[in-house]
């Protein structure tokens, strides 16, 4: 749930970020869904980090720290490795050589607090109830569409 919920967020917050700075929509997802796994993948290694951390404050820096390390390597990988540039934060204020920008990392740190303090204990609670055996169906029936969507296009 976690991951399908910042895989869906992570979509929005890519197309908000286009229409903001180039008035068009671009569906920044790499799959047919309304989806950006990385973000999914990324809180998922967030909560294992923070999962026992009570301070915002420390969840905020070092999701900013950690995502800001991740954005730069991965954006040199690719771009030396594949030489092909996939974002870049030319035309944002404070970035280092377009690969990162101190205002896309506060707002991925801001975006990680708010989700790991406030949508992760919803989850939590919600997992332990009585209906975690539908939640658990739901999901797992939401996953095998998302699945069967992506292999559809992919000829499988």
Partial sequence: MMFLSASFIG??????????LFRIYADRGVLHLPMC?????????????FRNV??????????????????YFTYVFVEYKFHRILWTYESWPLNYKGRISAVSSLIFGIMATLFLKLMVPLFEKFFESKAKNIAATVVTAISIFCIAWELRFLGA
């Avoid at 979509?11 to 903001?20: K, L, Q, T």
């Fill in 11 to 20: 979509w929005i917050y890519e197309i908000i970020c286009m229409y903001a």
């Fill in 37 to 49: 796994p990385i973000y999914g993948f990324g809180i998922l290694v967030l909560y294992l980090i």
């Fill in 54 to 71: 009570k301070n915002p404050g420390v969840i905020f820096f070092g999701s900013v720290c950690i995502t800001t390390a991740v954005e």
